[in-house]
Nanobody, 121 residues
Framework: QVQLVESGGGLVQPGGSLRLSCAAS????????MGWYRQAPGKQRTLVAT???????NYTDSVKGRFTISRNNAKSTVYLQSNSLKPEDTAVYYC???????????????WGQGTQVTVSS
């Protein structure tokens, strides 16, 4: 069974930094696009950043220049380095990935359980 497990959330002051990690585990053949989404209270879940298996990245406009997405294919892990954090970045951050599992040999989309990021003084 494939799982995504996030870590690294927490409380940080405005202007601070956090590094989120998300590790995929289970019987995996291939991992394709990985990404981060976030959901603020009372709002819909929205895209933060994605990275393809060829390391092509995409960011939502509000985080460009502040956040950096990266991945380590050997560790089946995706990271989100978040700098110059603002109160409006407060949300639950979810990891997402397109993964072909070894058991079903089928491409499926997976979500992590989410990690809270709170930016407040």
């Amino acid at each position: 069974q494939v799982q995504l497990v996030e870590s690294g959330g927490g409380l940080v002051q405005p202007g601070g930094s956090l590094r989120l990690s998300c590790a995929a585990s289970g019987s995996i053949l291939s991992i394709y696009t990985m990404g981060w989404y976030r959901q603020a209270p009372g709002k819909q879940r929205t895209l933060v950043a994605t990275i393809t298996s060829s390391y092509i990245t995409n960011y939502t406009d509000s985080v460009k220049g502040r956040f950096t997405i990266s991945r380590n294919n050997a560790k089946s892990t995706v990271y989100l380095q978040s700098n110059s954090l603002k109160p409006e970045d407060t949300a639950v951050y979810y990891c997402n990935a397109d993964i072909r599992g070894a058991i079903e040999n089928r491409l499926r989309n997976y979500w992590g359980q989410g990690t809270q990021v709170t930016v407040s003084s």
